[in-house]
């Protein structure tokens, strides 16, 4: 276990609300304007705007506004921090209450519903440990329904150690493809060179994996 890293629910809050308390949305390393990669995928898979569409860990990522503006009606963001969320409510407007809003922890959440599309940018990079893997597996498999389609991108294996002063892990596709096998098939990969608010070059691993019959 990494010194200093936060081990349970009210530290990882803590940790992600000060996140963005100091930074602010469009300062994270991660912000993009346009969520490019994700809005690629989902063309390339041909999802339409009534897919039930969850983005974990969305926080105050703009990937909501642009489902929005496609018309997508079945949205939902879910963060452990309320900041993130507050921050993202209040850019949307009006718009926000046409939006799932869900205040949970990743590792501890119990899905009360399913959706078709499970999209997650640089959430698992940061589960260093087999268990929180596991949790992350779990929820994963209890929140799809049939068919769905799940697109998650972390650290490519030549990306940043750490983020947000902590540990990750770094994956290349074939690695991280892994990481959901047997469960889940590699559908398409892709490798994006983030450029920061800052100006550096973060590589990043984009999987779509579907559940095996």
Same mark, same amino acid.
């Given at each position: 276990?990494?010194?200093?890293? !936060?081990?349970?629910?009210?530290?990882?809050?803590?940790?992600?609300? @000060?996140?963005?308390?100091?930074?602010?949305?469009?300062?994270?390393?991660?912000?993009?304007?346009?969520?490019?990669?994700?809005?690629?995928?989902?063309?390339?898979?041909?999802?339409? !705007?009534?897919?039930?569409?969850?983005?974990?860990?969305?926080? /105050?990522?703009?990937?909501?506004?642009?489902?929005?503006?496609?018309?997508?009606?079945?949205?939902?963001?879910?963060?452990?921090?309320?900041?993130?969320? $507050?921050?993202?409510?209040?850019?949307?407007?009006?718009?926000?209450?046409?939006?799932?809003?869900?205040?949970?922890?990743?590792?501890?959440?119990?899905?009360?519903?399913?959706?078709?599309?499970?999209?997650?940018? /640089?959430?698992?990079?940061?589960?260093? $440990?087999? $268990?929180?893997?596991?949790?992350?597996?779990?929820?994963?498999?209890?929140? @799809?329904?049939?068919?769905?389609?799940?697109?998650? /991108?972390?650290?490519?294996?030549?990306?940043?150690?750490?983020?947000?002063?902590? !540990?990750?892990?770094?994956?290349?596709?074939?690695?991280?493809? /892994?990481?959901?096998?047997?469960?889940?098939?590699?559908?398409?990969?892709?490798?994006?060179?983030?450029?920061?608010p800052a100006g550096l070059i973060q590589p990043f691993t984009w999987v779509v994996?579907?559940?095996?019959?």
């Open positions: 276990m990494a010194a200093n890293r !936060p081990t349970n629910q009210a530290e990882r809050a803590a940790h992600w609300n @000060l996140v963005y308390d100091t930074k602010g949305e469009d300062a994270v390393s991660w912000y993009q304007s346009v969520p490019t990669k994700t809005l690629e995928l989902f063309d390339v898979l041909g999802v339409g !705007p009534d897919a039930a569409v969850i983005d974990v860990g969305g926080g /105050a990522s703009v990937v909501v506004d642009h489902l929005l503006a496609r018309g997508f009606g079945d949205v939902s963001v879910l963060d452990l921090s309320r900041v993130a969320i $507050e921050r993202a409510r209040a850019r949307l407007g009006a718009d926000a209450e046409r939006v799932h809003w869900l205040h949970r922890d990743l590792l501890g959440w119990a899905p009360e519903r399913r959706y078709d599309v499970w999209h997650d940018r /640089a959430v698992f990079h940061f589960l260093i $440990e087999d $268990e929180e893997r596991r949790a992350y597996l779990r929820t994963l498999r209890a929140g @799809l329904a049939p068919g769905a389609r799940v697109i998650v /991108a972390t650290f490519d294996a030549d990306g940043p150690t750490h983020c947000s002063r902590l !540990p990750v892990a770094r994956y290349s596709a074939a690695d991280l493809a /892994a990481q959901f096998a047997p469960d889940f098939e590699l559908v398409t990969s892709r490798r994006e060179e983030h450029v920061t994996l579907t559940a095996r019959a």
